[in-house]
């Protein structure tokens, strides 16, 4: 016959050395994570400026009497009007999943403003390179919930069309 104190002991053991096993894989998954962050946010911040050119590309010749859109990639600025939307990344550490994606929409640059008329305020967002559920791709978290790159192309585009037109 078997010991009951026996028995709880050996149930007790099992139970720790499985919270001992969770606790491994939620820290080796957590680890996973953020290599995947790491080796993935610069890149997938890259691909993002190449959609939004490619999307420029495809839109500017249906604007008709809007001002077309100017993307000048040394600056990571693109154009509309006396509109002007900035995009900031920052990765500060390489082997870290630390990053940052701050976006701006604001007046152009050399725009001037005389008289009694005050420069528009600008709008901010700040995002940050995340994993997916799947772990399969990049994801913008912050400001604006969570939004994939084809989605943040067309929201960047977007919202300077409605800034330029609140000038």
């Known amino acids: 016959m078997a010991d009951p104190l026996a028995d709880r002991l050996k149930k007790l053991a099992a139970q720790k050395e499985q919270g001992v096993r969770a606790e491994k894989n939620a820290i080796e998954f957590q680890q996973r994570v953020n290599n995947f962050i790491s080796d993935n946010a610069r890149p997938e911040y890259d691909r993002l400026l190449a959609l939004l050119q490619k999307r420029i590309d495809a839109v500017n010749p249906a604007l008709g009497d809007l001002p077309k859109f ?98």
């Open 70 to 167: 100017v993307y000048q990639p040394n600056q990571q600025v693109v154009e509309q009007g006396n509109a002007a939307a900035y995009l900031y990344f920052d990765k500060p550490i390489l082997n870290a999943p630390d990053n940052r994606l701050l976006l701006s929409f604001g007046p152009h640059r050399a725009a001037i403003y005389v008289g009694f008329v005050e420069q528009p305020a600008a709008i901010r967002y700040s995002l940050h390179a995340a994993a997916s559920d799947a772990l399969d791709r990049i994801v913008w978290v912050g400001d604006l919930g969570e939004i994939t790159s084809e989605k943040l192309v067309e929201l960047i585009l977007e919202q300077l069309t409605t800034y330029y037109f609140g000038l």
